[in-house]
């Protein structure tokens, strides 16, 4: 409970990684987010891992989120994960979504993104997940 003795709304980090320049569909999953009462931090095309690992040290999210469309979601995360790591984000809900092969699930779970979305996934599953699945909803 916050001071006024109300949850603390989850908030979300969601980042657009490297050169993937698709961010409607991003977009569309920030709007849903934002709908179920979360607080949305959207950090627009085109941003590094260095970048994504500040934003949620410094805005102190409960989820770190990347939406991928354009194939290079492995190495970008590959070099995420030390990143957060470093920065004591462990703890935190990792997830992507987006363009993800089948073959890629495996490799994306054992770097600590937990919630894999690919394309076509139900916005109401992805804001049911991150509920049943963030651990701290009180301040």
Not at 112 to 121: E, K, W
Request: aromatic letters at 6%; a negative charge.
């Amino acid at each position: 409970m916050n001071d006024t003795g109300q949850q603390r709304r989850i908030k979300v980090l969601l980042a657009k990684p490297g050169l993937d320049g698709h961010d409607q569909g991003a977009k569309i999953v920030a709007r849903a987010m934002m709908d179920a009462g979360f607080e949305v931090i959207y950090t627009g095309l085109r941003q590094t891992p260095e970048q994504v690992g500040r934003i949620a040290l410094e805005e102190d999210v409960d989820v770190i989120a990347l939406s991928s469309m354009a194939g290079s979601h492995l190495p970008f995360c590959r070099k995420l994960k030390p990143l957060l790591e470093e920065n004591g984000l462990h703890d935190k809900l990792w997830l992507i979504g987006g363009n993800l092969p089948a073959q890629d699930h495996d490799a994306l779970r054992e770097l600590g993104f937990r919630g894999i979305f690919p394309t076509g996934s139900k916005l109401d599953a992805i804001v049911a997940y991150i509920r049943e699945n963030v651990r701290e909803h009180v301040a």
